[in-house]
Each structure stands twice: as C-alpha cells, then as structure tokens.
C-alpha cells in the first residue's frame, strides 16, 4: 500500500532541498569566478610586495642572522639568508 500524501510531501520536501542545494552551488560559483577575476585582474603599482628594508645586527651561524627595522626595532625570530633580497638605497 502506497500513501499518496506521504509521497507528495516527500517530492515538495525534495524540491525545496534541491533549489536550497542549486543556490549554494551559485554561491559558490560566484565566490570562485570573484577569487580568479581579483588574481587574473591584479593592477597594482609596480613595486615589490615585501617590507623593509632592514638591517643585519648579528650573524648567529653561516646563513642565519638576527634583523632590526630602520628604527632599530628588532624582529622577534632569526632569519636564514635565503628568505632575504639585498635593498640598496
């Protein structure tokens, strides 16, 4: 015996999820297409994306040293050579 009731409030049940699931899937179609159009369209000025520059107070072993800002402010871990890029000014 089959209840027809039963089986057309499962069917609106159903329906109801499946237009809750095809917004989601939008939503996230639209949160992706933002992240590859904000990397792709990137204008920005043509400097370098690191800080600086700093100042070399102690070499600890071969390659790692200590860092201070210009101000004299030092930097709370050692850094190894190969993380670094020469500044000339």
């Known amino acids: 015996m089959h209840d027809e009731e039963a089986s057309s409030q ?21 949160t992706y297409k933002k992240a590859v159009t904000r990397l792709y369209n990137h204008k920005g000025k043509l400097t370098p994306n690191w800080e600086g520059p700093y100042r070399v107070v102690d070499v600890i072993q071969e390659g790692t040293c ?19 890029q020469k500044f000339y000014a």
Not at 70 to 82: A, D, K, M, N, Y
């Open 10 to 30: 499962q069917l609106r049940e159903n329906l109801d999820l499946l237009e809750e699931k095809r917004a989601d899937a939008h939503l996230r179609t639209l």
């Open 66 to 84: 200590t860092l201070t800002t210009v101000e004299g402010r030092l930097l709370p871990r050692t850094w190894h050579i190969s993380n670094l």
